[in-house]
């Protein structure tokens, strides 16, 4: 069963920083494209950053762009998601995403169970 574990939200103050990382097992990780979501209450899930499979390509919200880095370990099976410079606003639930393209209409996705980001002085 493929599994994608997120670790290293909690509760920090505005300014502050954060490093979050995803876990994958059993998929073949190199393969994947890799993404971070975010979900803040009664809101809807967003994209927050995106990596290519080889790491070659990264894009970003305009909300994180500059204060956010998207970076994988294809050895250790990781993404990690590097969260400086936080505003409250940055609070919700954060989603790791994996996604492979089989051909333009398929493709299959995977999602951890997701971990929470709190900004509050």
């Known amino acids: 069963q493929v599994q994608l574990v997120e670790s290293g939200g909690g509760l920090v103050q505005p300014g502050g920083s954060l490093r979050l990382s995803c876990a994958a097992s059993?998929?073949?990780?190199?393969?994947?494209?890799m993404s971070w979501y975010r979900q803040a209450s009664e809101k809807e899930r967003e994209l927050v950053a995106a990596?290519?499979?080889?790491?070659?390509?990264?894009n970003y919200a305009d909300s994180v762009k500059g204060r956010f880095t998207i970076s994988r370990d294809n050895a250790k099976n990781t993404v990690y998601l590097q969260m400086n410079s936080l505003k409250p606003e940055d609070t919700a639930v954060y989603y790791c995403?994996?996604?492979?393209?089989?051909?333009?209409?398929?493709?299959?996705?995977?999602w951890g169970q997701g971990t929470q980001v709190t900004v509050s002085s």
């Open positions: 995403n994996a996604v492979r393209y089989y051909s333009a209409s398929i493709r299959r996705d995977y």
């Open positions: 990596i290519t499979s080889a790491g070659g390509s990264t």
């Open positions: 059993r998929i073949t990780f190199s393969s994947y494209d």
